[in-house]
C-alpha cells in the first residue's frame, strides 16, 4: 500500500468534514493520475464505517471516473489514443459500445478487462454518451466499491489492512469476521462471474458479420 494514501488514512480520521473534502480530492486526483483507488476505497471503510464508507465511495468513485473520462475525451485524447493501442481487446470493445453503450459499459465495470483507471480513459474514446457512462459506472462499480470498503472496516488502523490482522483467535469478532467477509467475497464472486459471462457474449455477438 502506497505510503501517501496511508498518511493520508490515519489523517482523516480525526480531520471530520475537513477530511471528508480532502478524501474526496485525493480520490478525484488518483483517478486522472493513473493512481489505484482501490487503496482509498478500503480506507473509507476503515475511517468511516461499511455503511457511510460506501455511501462517501460509490458516488465519489463515479464523479473520479467521469473526471478522468471527459479529461480523456479533451486534452488527454492522443496520450489515451496512443496508450490504448497496446490493448487490441478494446477494438472489440470499441465496436460493441456503438451498438448497446450503457449494457458493455456497465458488465465492464462488473467484470473488467482494463483496471478502473485506465477504463476510464479508455471509454472515452468511443461512443458511449455520459449519462450512459455515468449510470452504467455507477451500478457496474458498486459490488466492488461494497466488497473493498467491507474489507476495510474490519481493521481498526491502516496498518492492520497492510498487515493482513484480524481479530484474536477464538473470539465472537473472529467468528463475524469470517462470516462476513466469505459472504461479502462470494457474492464478488458470483456477481463478477455471471458478468464476465455477459460480456463476452456481448463482445462476441457485437462483433459477428
Sequence with gaps: MSEWALSLIDWTRDAGALGVVVFVVAYVVAALALLPGSILTIGAGLVYGPIFGTLLVSPVSVLAATAAFLVGRGVARAWVTRRMERHPRFA????????????IVAL??????FPYNILNYALALTRVRLHD?????????LPGTLLFVYIGSLASTASEIVAG??????SLETVFFWGGLVATVVAAVVVTRVARKALGNALTGEVKP
Design 133 to 141: 457512462f455515468v449510470a452504467a459506472s455507477f451500478i457496474g462499480m
Design 92 to 103: 472489440l470493445v470499441d465496436r460493441a459500445i456503438g451498438a448497446n453503450g450503457f449494457k
Design 165 to 170: 490482522k484480524r481479530p484474536a483467535a477464538g
Design 108 to 113: 465492464l465495470r462488473l467484470s473488467p478487462i
